[in-house]
């Protein structure tokens, strides 16, 4: 049964970091175009980072762009989301999403997996 699971999230003050992870459970995450999601209560989903299994492209939403980063380690079997100055309103439940597909710009276009997430509070 494939499973995502993330980890890493916390409570943070503004402006300090935070690494996500995404490990993988009967499926290989090299082999999937990966998109980090968060949704905050009472808020849309946002698309947040893309990674593409065609050609390692990595695309961020321009509200974390230069704040955060997508990065893959294979022998890990996970991909991370290093989060820096981070800001209240990155306050959310963050998850991965994992599928056969491309990246949308900073969205991945389909999925078929994605994790339960992880809670990212930004609060002095």
């Known amino acids: 049964q494939v499973q995502l699971v993330e980890s890493g999230g916390g409570l943070v003050q503004p402006g300090g970091s935070l690494r996500l992870s995404c490990t993988a459970s009967a499926i290989t995450l090299d082999y999937y175009t990966i998109g980090w999601f968060r949704q905050a209560p009472g808020k849309e989903r946002e698309g947040v980072s893309c990674?593409?299994?065609?050609?390692?492209?990595?695309y961020y939403a321009r509200s974390v762009k230069g704040r955060f980063t997508i990065s893959r380690d294979n022998a890990e079997n996970t991909v991370y989301l290093q989060m820096n100055s981070l800001k209240p309103e990155d306050t959310a439940l963050y998850y991965c999403?994992?599928?056969?597909?491309?990246?949308?710009?900073?969205?991945?276009?389909?999925?078929?997996?994605r994790g339960q997430g992880t809670q990212v509070t930004v609060s002095s």
């Open positions: 990674t593409s299994v065609a050609d390692g492209t990595t």
């Open positions: 999403t994992a599928g056969d597909y491309y990246c949308k710009g900073h969205v991945i276009a389909e999925y078929d997996y």
